[in-house]
C-alpha cells in the first residue's frame, strides 16, 4: 500500500500563487510518474500536471506558462508551484502516483481562487 499526503491548498486572490506538496510513503521501491489532477463541481478529474522519473513534464494547455511540476526523490514529493492563478484553476486538487503495484490517490487539496 501506498499513503499519500497533500498540503498547500488555500484561498488566494486571482494573480496569486500556492504551492501544493504531496508526500508519499508505504510500499515504494521507486515512482515512475508523480502527477496532480484537479476536479471542479460538475466537471471531470482533468491532469494538471506530471513528471516521470527522469524528469520529463507534462501539463494541460491550461496551465502551461503558470505552474511548475517538480519532484523531490529522496524525498518521495511532489510539488506544484501554481502562479498566476485564475478564478477557473479553482478546484480540488488531487496527486496521483504510479509505482510497481499500481496508481494511488491522495485525498485532495482544496484551492480556491477569488477575490
Known amino acids: 500500500q501506498v499513503q499519500l499526503v497533500e498540503s498547500g491548498g488555500g484561498l488566494v486572490q486571482p494573480g496569486g500563487s500556492l504551492r501544493l506538496s504531496c508526500v508519499a510513503s508505504g510500499s515504494i521501491f521507486s515512482i515512475n510518474v508523480m502527477g496532480w489532477y484537479r476536479q471542479a463541481p460538475g466537471k471531470e478529474r482533468e491532469l494538471v500536471a506530471a513528471?516521470?522519473?527522469?524528469?520529463?513534464?507534462n501539463y494541460a494547455d491550461s496551465v502551461k506558462g503558470r505552474f511548475t511540476i517538480s519532484r523531490d526523490n529522496a524525498k518521495n514529493t511532489v510539488y506544484l508551484q501554481m502562479n498566476s492563478l485564475k478564478p477557473e484553476d479553482t478546484a480540488v486538487y488531487y496527486c496521483?502516483?504510479?509505482?510497481?503495484?499500481?496508481?494511488?490517490w491522495g485525498q485532495g487539496t482544496q484551492v480556491t481562487v477569488s477575490s
Open positions: 496521483n502516483v504510479v509505482v510497481w503495484s499500481g496508481s494511488y
Open positions: 513528471i516521470d522519473s527522469g524528469g520529463t513534464t
